[in-house]
């Protein structure tokens, strides 16, 4: 059980974060323009097995106390076995939907979340058989509805779970034509495990021949983000060398090989309170890294603009 105490928002005026230390230094420059907006920050982070990376999740959480929510992807083990009492115990809220050995999506919050909901067929109830797989979570914090994603990688092109895949992203799109009708601000996060365009690809050329960048996937997330949500990331960022995500062979990471494939996509309505969306490469650096880095979303409490 998490702890009746819980922490609270970031409320305090966003210059006194001003240190020239943070790796969000963009945002809290812009913040020191006098400019006095009370903010949410939200993370999202595929740890790659939550038991392997706890150590190292707690610790950045230590020393970014300003992360309101973080979203856990892969986490890769069954809930009766998650380690909530190592988050509890630091003030935060779990909530887990998760499975052995695979896939499995999480929320550690400052504040208890509302109308959590696991699954497709918490929106979708004929969708059951796409919830064997536990890749789908949301709840609401400060009236923003944070949909937590782990999209299946696909293995390769014309397989089996490729098209399994295509068949998850088109059940996603569903979920969130459902979602729109009643909800205005909702943000997408997670490892969507697609490249949306060449400029989040180290080398464009693979885009035509290997999976999370083939033209059907990308088809198929263009469409989600046609149903109203924005790529804020690109909005701030137009150049390309940012990535989320390096293979674990060929010293990659070291020569900055990677791809962009987890994302913060706020809806429209939501877009303009979005003060900055980083990602933080220095987890990547730990010995025995996930071979994901966290991105991370501020949002004001009301428009920037």
């Known amino acids: 059980m998490a702890p009746s105490v819980h922490w609270q928002m970031s409320r305090m005026p966003v210059q006194f974060f001003a240190h020239e230390a943070s790796p969000f230094g963009v945002a809290l420059s812009y913040l020191r323009l006098g400019r006095r907006y009370l903010l949410m920050y939200v993370a999202t982070w595929n740890v790659n097995s939550i038991r392997s990376r706890l150590e190292q999740v707690l610790a950045w959480l230590g020393v970014n106390p300003h992360i309101d929510l973080l979203c856990l992807q ?20 779990v909530y887990i939907y998760g499975q052995k050995s695979y896939n499995g999506v999480a929320m550690i919050s400052k504040q208890p979340l509302e109308d ?14 796409m919830d064997a797989q536990k890749r789908v979570m949301s709840g609401k914090l400060q ?20 098209h399994y895949k295509l068949a998850w992203l ?45 033209p059907a996937e990308r088809t198929a997330l263009q469409q989600v983000l046609g149903l109203g949500f924005v790529d804020i990331f690109r909005q701030q960022h137009p150049e390309g060398g940012h990535y989320s995500w390096w293979d674990y062979r060929g010293g990659s990471f070291r020569r900055n090989l990677g791809w962009r ?19 933080d490469v220095s987890p990547r650096r730990n010995q025995q890294p996930s071979d994901h880095a966290p991105v991370v979303l501020g949002l004001a409490e009301m428009p920037c603009k």
Do not use: W
Not at 85 to 91: E, Q, V
Not at 116 to 129: D, I, N, Q, Y
Not at 184 to 207: E, K, M, Q, W
Not at 269 to 279: F, K, M
């Open 74 to 93: 892969e986490t890769k083990v069954e809930d009766s076995k998650f380690p909530v009492p190592a988050f509890s115990h630091c003030g935060y809220q």
């Open 116 to 129: 959590v909901k696991a699954g497709f067929s918490a929106v979708l109830p004929k969708m059951t058989g």
């Open 143 to 162: 009236g923003v509805r944070v949909v937590n994603l782990y999209v299946p990688n696909g293995a390769a092109i014309a397989s089996e779970k490729y």
């Open 170 to 214: 088109e059940c996603l799109s569903q979920y969130l034509a459902i979602l729109r009708q009643t909800e205005r601000y909702i943000l997408l996060c997670g490892d969507f495990n697609v490249a949306l365009t060449d400029l989040d690809i180290h080398d464009p050329s693979l885009s035509a021949q290997q999976v999370m960048a083939s």
């Open 261 to 279: 494939i987890d994302y913060h996509f706020p809806s429209v309505e939501l877009a303009d309170r979005v003060v900055s969306c980083e990602i």
